[in-house]
């Protein structure tokens, strides 16, 4: 089994930022994909980012330029530096991580841009 436990969500204005963190923890050998998804009311889940290694980085249009992501492989971590934020960015965000071929995700965070 494989925990991810986020953290660094909450609420800020438009033009503000905000780190985000994902630690997996649990039994496995190494963790392939790592990514962040977001999920607005009423939207279905998206791609924000995600990364397979240092230059492998892979990102939604909609936050080119504005996000970046980063790994630790030593501590099984990834994170989401997020700026320039929108309302439009306003979502619950979930940590996703591939190991052995089975995704598994995080209990999310909320991202809330006020305008």
């Known amino acids: 089994q494989v925990q991810l436990v986020e953290s660094g969500g909450g609420l800020v204005q438009t033009g503000g930022s905000l780190r985000l963190s994902c630690v997996a923890s649990?039994?496995?050998?190494?963790?392939?994909?790592m990514g962040w998804y977001r999920q607005a009311p009423g939207k279905q889940r998206e791609l924000v980012a995600s990364?397979?290694?240092?230059?492998?980085?892979n990102y939604a249009d909609s936050v080119k330029g504005r996000f970046t992501i980063s790994r630790d492989n030593a501590k099984n971590a990834i994170y989401l530096q997020m700026t320039s934020l929108k309302p439009e960015d306003t979502a619950v965000y979930y940590c996703?991580?591939?190991?052995?071929?089975?995704?598994?995700w995080g209990q999310g965070t909320q991202v809330t841009v006020s305008s």
């Open positions: 996703q991580a591939e190991v052995m071929w089975r995704d598994y």
């Open positions: 649990g039994r496995f050998l190494s963790i392939g994909v």
């Open positions: 990364m397979t290694g240092p230059d492998r980085t």
